[in-house]
Structures are given as C-alpha cells and as structure tokens.
T-cell receptor
C-alpha cells in the first residue's frame, strides 16, 4: 500500500512566490524525508525530520511534521526557476533506517 | 567522483531477453537498494541488501534477481523481460543506524522493453 501521498500532484507558481507541498502517511514512522528529482535524474535528499521534531529549516526550505495528523508539509520560500522539479516525501517505517516508502510526488513548475 | 553510479543509463531490448544493470557506491555504506519508478513517477522499493545480505524483497517477480558480490556493489539481473518491466530503475545506498539515514541515488537506468 502507498504510505506517503503528496498533494497537490502538480503545482505551478511564479518565481519569487512560495510553494507548499503536503504529504500524508498511514503508519507510525521514525522519520520523514523530502527528496527532489530533476527531470531525467536521480532523487536528491533535501531534509529529514524525526518523529519527535515538529519543524525544521534548511536554507529556503521549511518542513513541518504533525504526527497526530500523520502529515508533513514542505515550504519553499522565494522560489526560483531552478526549483522546478518533482518533490517526494519518504517515510522510514522500520527501526533500522532501511525501508523507505515514497509517495507519488508533487510536480512543481516555477515560471520565470 | 560519483557517489552511486549505475550502468547503463539507457537499455532498449526486446521482450524475452535477459539483461543486467550494475550499481556501485563509493560511500562506504552498508545498505544498498533497487527502486523502480513507473511512468507515473511512483517509486517503489524492490530489494535492499545490508552487507551483501538480502533484507527486503518486496513482491517482485522472481525473474528479477539481485546479486551483491560485496557491499559496494548491487547488480540487478532480469530474465525473460516483459513489456511491463519498462520503467526507470534506481540504485541507492544509505548508512542506517547513524542518525542520518538518507538515501543517495544513482542517476537511473531507463529500461524500454519492445
């Protein structure tokens, strides 16, 4: 079954605007991670938030985690054309950090 | 230096053929994975190995056989290829138990079965 589900499936914004993507999951987790995938490339890790954390920042990225609602959000502030990519959340569901379940991703287009 | 490298990048083949995809990581990680990404971009784990030992084997046809000669290598062999095997296959690695269990991905192998 699909653990993480991102919404929206696709998002189109103007450069300089903020982009928010959401992820919902079903089972308990150890941590939740966000990845970016540029077209034709592998996924690149962006940020990891642990189950006992509520918010984390990295540069223009802000991630929140609400374990009571089993949801997370990724906010990209002051977006740039180079942020155009697909963004995936991944949940770590075992105790060994070896089983990551990905959602279907959000396709973000940042228009210049 | 590429951390996780997989070859080939593109693989076009006929139904019924057997093919292999190779993966190598130079990060010193103990765990390696194969993921399949379908045409809708959904990424699903196929296998994971920890120190050459199979630890995750999802519901994958037994035509798919991973092989790990050492912890830096995880190859994927596919027998009797079918049209539905067309997808992008990603190799990845991680170091679990460090508090930083992020995945490092290769650039993918796009498999097209004709």
């Amino acid at each position: 079954s699909q653990q993480g589900e991102e919404d929206p499936q696709a998002l189109s914004i103007q450069e300089g605007e903020n982009a928010t993507m959401n992820c919902s999951y079903k089972t308990s987790i150890n941590n939740l991670q966000w990845y970016r995938q540029n077209s034709g490339r592998g996924l690149v890790h962006l940020i990891l938030i642990r189950s006992n954390e509520r918010e984390k920042h990295s540069g223009r990225l802000r991630v929140t985690l609400d374990t009571s609602k089993k949801s997370s959000s990724l906010l990209i502030t002051a977006s740039r054309a180079a942020d155009t990519a697909s963004y995936f959340c991944a949940t770590d569901t075992d105790n060994y950090g070896q089983n990551f379940v990905f959602g279907p991703g959000t396709r973000l287009s940042v228009l210049p | 230096d590429t951390a996780v490298s997989q070859t080939p990048k593109y693989l076009v083949t006929q139904m019924g053929n057997d093919k292999s995809i190779k993966c190598e990581q130079n990060l010193g990680h103990d765990t390696m994975y194969w993921y399949k990404q379908d045409s809708k971009k959904f990424l699903k784990i196929m296998f994971s190995y920890n120190n050459k030992e199979l630890i995750i084997n999802e519901t994958v046809p037994n035509r798919f056989s991973p092989k790990s000669p050492d912890k830096a290598h995880l190859n994927l062999h596919i027998n009797s290829l079918e049209l539905g095997d067309s997808a992008v296959y990603f190799c990845a690695s991680s170091q679990p138990g460090t508090g930083d269990e992020k995945l490092f991905f290769g650039s993918g192998t796009q498999l097209s079965v004709l």
